[in-house]
């Protein structure tokens, strides 16, 4: 809802400021409540919820079953602002977008073809502080959060642009999506709205490279949300050499954690794990992975690694022996296909070449 906010401009004077919420930020109860407040009717944020999400009709003048008064206070109440594509980079399976946000900021996702349906990869923060050495979206420090719209805005921008409904959301793209934990929690909440963009909770995956308090709330959340776990590495020493968190969070905790998480949820989780050559992709280390998952109700996926020019690692030509290997130790492990090769479609990689 509208509130003002007091300001000092440049020669120290203050300024009153009409800040508005974006009406994309709303799941459809606090929406409804709003309108009520404002002496709007409960159906007037249905029908918006309607054009926005189901219609894909963006501009508020051609919401034609609202009328003109109504449409009046709903635009001097909220924020209808788009963030734009600036870039698209397409091969035959993936589309890479590159988005401009209203600050000028740059985030990107991506779109894939898969078998099973067409699947969108968001990003939920301006750069990563996570420091992953080998990821170029966190080569760039965090800026800011994404706001809930942002997030919701990639979606129905890649919806527009290709004229069809997406099935499945991956919360994967740049940044770390539970750093920005309400305004995450909120996203899923609106997409997952079934009389809004209604994808499945069991069509959306968040993905953590292993904060353990949010993981542990995440776990009393009601949904039946897909969570995967960056976990790249099958010991303390290897994945502290190239993930900061786990100087912060070990290995042993996050399993620990991940267990819990299990119990509570009776819900598997998808641990994913990037192969890169001579860091973490001998035999020795599948055995080891066998080791500390044995028995969990878990999935690994093996990422073929995406070089970039910036970063040392290489890509990984074991993946097959290592496959083998935990498939051989009775591991659930598939490899994910690779997209993108030719359309930088490392996550980050467009975007630092726009700010580098
Ligand atoms: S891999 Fe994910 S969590 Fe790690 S730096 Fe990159 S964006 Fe951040």
């Not at 642009?161 to 919360?171: E, G, L, Q, W």
Request: charged letters at 25%.
């Amino acid at each position: 809802m509208s509130n003002k906010v007091k300001l000092f401009n440049k020669f120290g004077i203050m300024i009153v400021v009409k800040c508005m919420k974006h009406i994309m930020n709303y799941q459809r109860d606090a929406l409804i409540n709003e309108f009520l407040d404002l002496s709007l009717k409960k159906f007037n944020a249905n029908q918006v919820f309607d054009w926005l999400y189901l219609k894909h009709e963006y501009n508020i003048n051609n919401w034609s079953n609202i009328s003109k008064e109504v449409r009046e206070i709903i635009k001097n109440n909220y924020d209808l602002s788009f963030i734009e594509i600036k870039k698209k980079q397409t091969d035959h399976l993936t589309s890479k977008y590159l988005f401009r946000l209203n600050d000028d900021n740059l985030i990107e996702a991506v779109l894939m073809n898969h078998d099973y349906g067409l699947s969108v990869c968001i990003s939920s923060q301006v750069g990563c502080n996570m420091g992953c050495h080998f990821c170029e979206s966190g080569r760039l420090k965090k800026v800011r959060n994404l706001e809930t719209f942002e997030m919701v805005e990639q979606i129905l921008l890649i919806e527009q642009d290709i004229n069809k409904r997406i099935d499945s959301v991956v919360i994967m793209g740049i940044g770390e999506p539970f750093d920005n934990y309400d305004n995450v929690m909120n996203f899923i909440r609106i997409i997952n709205d079934p009389k809004g963009i209604a994808i499945g909770a069991r069509h959306i995956t968040v993905s953590t490279c292993g904060l353990i308090p949010k993981i542990e709330r995440f776990m009393e959340e009601d949904m039946q949300v897909n969570l995967a776990i960056s976990l790249h590495a099958p010991n303390n020493e290897i994945r502290s050499s190239i993930m900061e968190v786990n100087k912060v969070y070990s290995i042993d905790k996050l399993i620990d954690t991940i267990r819990k998480y299990i119990a509570r949820t009776n819900r598997r989780v998808t641990l994913e794990y990037v192969m890169l050559y001579n860091i973490n992709d001998s035999l020795e280390c599948a055995n080891m992975l066998a080791d500390l998952i044995q028995g969990m109700n878990v999935y690994v996926n093996l990422i073929p690694y995406n070089e970039t020019s910036h970063l040392e690692f290489k890509k990984s030509p074991n993946i097959n022996a290592f496959y083998d290997q935990l498939k051989k130790r009775k591991i659930n492990v598939t490899v994910r296909r690779e997209f993108g090769g030719k359309i930088d479609a490392a996550c980050g990689q467009l975007r630092s070449k726009e700010v580098d």
